[in-house]
């Protein structure tokens, strides 16, 4: 460990003022991933918390990795190959961005290289994921200025790219899950195995008419997009965020409650059209994007109040798209929504707040 | 206005409720300069016999508020830069003071010679205004009055351990400064706690006609001065000040207008992760810090405090004595120790206000240090700082407003609100100073505006 600090140090003078100094992001942050940073405090107060944004995100990484696992058994390496792309590709374009702009390059990427694959059909082509990607790293994030700063979630901004982009791969893409002990962990499944595609999500079935078995949603062996299969995995996960207080509660509760309450109300109306509560909660990337995706703290609202509305606005359209329209799933439509209204809520919330503050002190 | 926010930070080492005695010294280094004072005008010549109570210098830009002299000794002016040196020290601290001719208070001042005793017996620096903290006017009429017994930062002398036998000595003094005031109403700040202080406080006080008491729960920082005023209806108004005074303050009132003799005793804490055995210290201003902190410290490399862990200020290596103004000292171990891949670890020791570490849910006592904990980002919006924030204001979208310089919707969002605890920098996963920005942006607005109106 001491020899790895030691390289750093003889390497520093080159990156921060020698031949190599375009590259000085890329070389503070391998750095900085390794060896915390020993600053003291310069202004008050003296003492600082120990959390950082590394630590943010890593705790966001730990929350996906049951999920991932999950999707690792029954969808096979493919999964790492995707990861792999999703990482290389997005990474470089933030390195490439943090190099132009002479500013450090941001740990967000960690979780947003990590959510995108997780949110794909795992047979979709890797130039795909790639692309993907691309798109939603530099539209979705960078134009904005970086992490902190972007409006829509990068991930699903990507996503909807390659949803309107290549439909028919998106659509096409889906594989039947691995079974027994090991599932698919040591397969990697390629397009010369057409027996594994299936087209049967457990959505575009009930669009259908038939729905799937609900035991089958909360293990997870069901087809879908990588991450989003297995509910109980998604559950664990994100409870360990919202006990982290990385996750805000009311983003979680609030969605899936508004969509569970509209649900009830729905399909005790017309069953043929909404399908039963907790079957439709379990279905799809509902509790994926209600854990990981809405919470995203910079794209969603500021404001406790304004977290409420959010997140109903999230599950109601997610239950509105799904159910009414053509398309079978429609959470990543309703959180691109919510991310649209998340600064109009806040406006408002801060004239309530201001209002009450204009007679303070 | 109800207490919202507020966090209580687990430093460790807090100092005891035992009091011990300061051995005597040879020598005292009285620095001119304190946290609001600069006593640029020296009374004293070289080789001057001073007694105890003596006035050697005084702050003219502060309403001419006296350095005391704490003991008897001989006056060296040049032997340290920035201190009045007193040599040959001996004993004697309880000297009656008779005012002589020249300390005539203004006559047209209700109560003036009450007034100008606290002045000249070195009471009158305890008073802060509530808002501003600077040193009122000793002439003035205050729009309200607010008498603190707590003190809750880690780490500055507390309130209960000022009081504890002292109680009879607190009651004079109140109705001392009832009797200046003319019975305007005093609010006095007292812990919620049913037991010990907060219980035996309201019993003494029970049959006072013109005190108004405030329960305060036991977070950092209600006991604020700014924030008390808020939440008793004394909202900030530049032309009518509030007057704080802390616990050793009324008790200053009671000896100089009781006994007539001066305040030249501080009660003050050796307290912090930085220091063994954590205690309150009874010293003298001008008693030699090297002396004061010998035997006491841990380890090598220490920054010490005059104040607070949160907004004390750093005592520079030419300070030679204590400050007449100073309450504490904290003691916070610097650090220079890179780990591998510290943001993967479980932190078992680490302190934080979110619940990312496993020092959360163990029941240890975090390890506190000077060290940044992380690289400065970007706002994440994750909202920590607005639940932290005891004056009710949103430091996140203030931080957003300044980084494009709208000084103006700044304003707006009441950034005139901030008392300067600094919970919102110490919580920011980011790492953004927003204390600094918040205060700095402040000023600026102030002499914009100032500007303007010429």
């Known amino acids: 460990m001491k020899m790895l600090l030691e390289t750093f140090e003889r390497y520093r003078p080159l990156f921060t003022e020698g031949k190599f100094k375009t590259f000085k992001p890329l070389y503070e942050a391998t750095e900085g991933f390794f060896f915390s940073h020993n600053a003291t405090t310069a202004d008050l107060p003296h003492v600082r918390d120990a959390l950082d944004l590394k630590r943010f995100m890593i705790l966001v990484v730990a929350g996906l990795a049951p999920a991932l696992l999950v999707g690792l058994h029954f969808f096979g390496l493919r999964v790492l190959a995707m990861i792999a792309v999703s990482y290389a590709v997005g990474g470089t374009i933030e390195v490439l961005f943090a190099m132009a702009r002479r500013e450090e390059i941001n740990e967000g990427f960690l979780v947003t290289g990590l959510i995108f694959p997780l949110v794909l059909p795992p047979m979709l082509p890797l130039w795909m994921v790639g692309v993907g990607v691309a798109f939603g790293v530099i539209v979705g994030k960078e134009l904005f200025g970086g992490t902190g700063r972007n409006l829509f979630n990068p991930a699903l901004v990507g996503r909807c790219f390659l949803a309107i982009g290549y439909p028919a791969a998106m659509s096409a893409s889906w594989i039947k899950p691995g079974e027994g002990t090991t599932g698919r962990f040591f397969e990697y499944v390629s397009t010369n195995m057409p027996d594994a595609i299936t087209s049967a999500t457990p959505l575009a079935l009930a669009k259908q008419g038939s729905l799937a078995d609900i035991s089958h949603l909360f293990w997870g062996n069901t087809a879908g997009s990588v991450g989003e299969t297995s509910a109980i995995a998604v ?31 729905l399909h005790a109306a017309s069953p043929e059209t909404f399908a039963p509560t907790v079957w439709n909660l379990f279905a799809g990337g509902l509790l994926f994007g209600a854990f990981f995706m809405a919470t995203d703290p910079a794209t969603s609202p500021v404001t406790n109040s304004g977290k409420w509305v959010y997140a109903a606005i999230i599950g109601v359209s997610t239950l509105l798209i799904r159910s009414m329209t053509g398309y079978v799933e429609g959470v990543m439509f309703a959180i691109l929504l919510g991310n649209i209204a998340a600064p109009l809520i806040d406006e408002v919330a801060f004239r309530v707040r201001f209002r009450r503050l204009k007679n303070e002190g | 206005m109800k207490f919202k926010g507020g966090y209580n930070i687990r430093l460790s080492n807090r100092p005891s409720s035992e009091v011990t005695v300061s051995p005597e010294t040879n020598t005292l280094y009285l620095p001119l300069k304190s946290r609001r004072f600069h006593f640029s005008e020296v009374h004293v010549q070289e080789g001057d016999r001073v007694q105890p109570g ?18 008897a000794g001989t006056v060296s002016l040049d032997a340290a830069e920035d201190h009045i040196v007193i040599r040959n020290v001996s004993g004697e601290p309880d000297v009656e003071i008779v005012l002589d001719e020249q300390d005539h208070a203004p006559e047209t001042v209700h109560n003036g010679e009450m007034r100008q005793k606290l002045l000249r017996l070195g009471a009158w620096q305890f008073f802060a205004d509530a808002h501003t903290g600077a040193l009122p006017d000793p002439f003035g009429k205050p729009r309200g009055v607010i008498v603190s017994t707590v003190q809750f930062e880690p780490f500055i002398a507390r309130g209960s351990v000022e009081l504890a036998r002292r109680m009879d000595q607190f009651a004079r003094g109140l109705e001392h400064l009832q009797r200046m005031l003319d019975y305007q109403l005093i609010n006095v700040v007292i812990p919620e706690t049913e037991s010990d202080l907060g219980g035996r406080l309201r019993e003494k ?6 005190i108004k008491i405030v329960l305060v729960p036991l977070r950092y920082p209600f006991d604020n001065p700014a924030l008390i005023a808020r939440r008793v209806g004394l909202a900030y108004d530049p032309d009518q000040p509030v007057w704080a005074i802390p616990a050793a303050g009324v008790l200053a009132i009671d000896r100089a207008l009781t006994l007539s003799k001066p305040s030249t005793v501080r009660l003050i804490t050796l307290g912090g992760p930085g220091v063994e ?62 780990e591998l891949l510290s943001f993967m670890r479980p932190g078992t020791r680490r302190a934080t206000y979110s619940n990312c570490f496993l020092s959360s849910i163990l029941p240890v006592i975090p390890l506190f240090n000077t060290c940044m904990g992380g690289e400065r980002r970007a706002c994440i919006s994750c909202g920590f700082c607005e639940e932290v924030c005891p004056a009710g204001i949103m430091p996140h979208y203030i931080h957003k407003l300044l980084y494009r310089d709208a000084l103006e ?46």
């Open chain 1, 235 to 265: 559950i664990l996960g994100g409870v360990l965020l919202v006990a982290t207080r990385v996750a805000n509660w009311r983003i979680v509760l609030g969605t899936l409650g508004s969509f569970a309450i509209l649900n009830v109300i």
């Open chain 2, 205 to 210: 006080l029970k049959g006072y006609a013109a």
């Open chain 2, 409 to 454: 919707e700044a304003e707006a969002a009441r950034m005139d609100l901030c008392v300067g605890c600094g919970l919102c920098s110490y919580v920011c996963p980011s790492k953004i100073e927003l204390r600094s920005q918040i205060l700095d942006a402040r000023r600026r607005f102030q002499i914009e505006l100032a500007e303007e109106v010429q």
């Open chain 2, 277 to 338: 055995s954590p205690c309150h210290v009874k010293t003298i201003p001008g008693y030699p810090l090297k002396k004061l902190i010998s035997g006491h410290e841990t380890a090598e490399n220490v920054r010490i405090l005059n104040g607070g862990a949160l907004t004390g200020d750093l005592v520079g290596s030419d300070q030679l004595g204590l400050d007449t103004e100073c309450r504490g000292l904290t003691f916070i171990p610097e650090t220079k120790q890179r």
């Open chain 2, 54 to 71: 003596s006035v050697v210098a005084v702050d003219p830009e502060n309403f001419g508020v006296p350095l005391l002299a704490p003991r």
